[in-house]
T-cell receptor
Framework: SQTIHQWPATLVQPVGSPLSLECTVE??????LYWYRQAAGRGLQLLFY??????ISSEVPQNLSASRPQDRQFILSSKKLLLSDSGFYLC??????????FGPGTRLTVT | AQSVTQLDSQVPVFEEAPVELRCNYS??????LFWYVQYPNQGLQLLLK????STLVKGINGFEAEFNKSQTSFHLRKPSVHISDTAEYFC????????????WGAGTKLIIKP
């Protein structure tokens, strides 16, 4: 069966510090991969998605970036965090036009 | 452009009462439809999905949903709710021929009153 891992689970970072969140998927190959953010009391905002290694599409221009160095690994990064980057970050995988499966999420607080 | 509307931001209901969470969508192409549940500080979990076939779909935790093509709706129902159903529920559609993205509703918070 497929599983998706995200880490860390929680993170507190000062403004201006770098960020690296990692997501890995097991039990499937060539998945579509997604990064979402939920701000407090808000819905889901798609940040990036990838349909293959090295292929990244950005949905929202901002100081975040994503990379996919391996088939089942998706990394979300920032060089300098802003207060507005605080939120709940979710990684998901899917195949084709079908459902997506979500990881447990990372709670990021920028102070 | 496609869109998903969840008509209620919050739905309070007494324990053991029935509930319906409403979802309407707009799309120029056919869609697949999904309902997800999110418990506090957790990721989203797939409740049920409609891909084709019978328009009444049964999911986990006693939930079901009915696809109504003429009304472009996919309402979620449960005949008797429990305290453990307290969560946020998201409706999503996947337009066929799209770029593999789901179009999300804003979510509905289900509040169970004892």
């Amino acid at each position: 069966s497929q599983t998706i891992h995200q880490w860390p689970a929680t993170l507190v970072q000062p403004v201006g510090s770098p960020l690296s969140l990692e997501c890995t998927v097991e039990g499937t190959s060539n998945p579509n991969l997604y990064w979402y953010r939920q701000a407090a009391g808000r819905g889901l905002q798609l940040l990036f998605y990838s349909v293959g290694i090295g292929q990244i599409s950005s949905e929202v221009p901002q100081n975040l970036s994503a990379s996919r160095p391996q088939d089942r690994q998706f990394i979300l990064s920032s060089k300098k965090l802003l207060l507005s980057d605080s939120g709940f970050y979710l990684c998901a995988w899917g195949q084709g036009y079908y459902e997506q499966y979500f990881g447990p999420g990372t709670r990021l607080t920028v102070t | 452009a496609q869109s998903v509307t969840q008509l209620d931001s919050q739905v309070p209901v007494f324990e053991e009462a029935p509930v319906e969470l409403r979802c309407n969508y707009s799309s120029s192409v056919s869609v697949y439809l999904f309902w997800y549940v999110q418990y506090p500080n957790q990721g989203l979990q797939l409740l049920l999905k409609y891909l084709s076939g019978s328009t009444l779909v049964k999911g986990i935790n006693g939930f079901e949903a009915e696809f109504n093509k003429s009304q472009t709706s996919f309402h979620l129902r449960k005949p008797s709710v429990h305290i453990s159903d307290t969560a946020e529920y998201f409706c999503a559609v996947s337009p066929r021929g799209s770029n593999y993205q789901l179009i999300w509703g804003a979510g509905t918070k289900l509040i169970i009153k004892p």
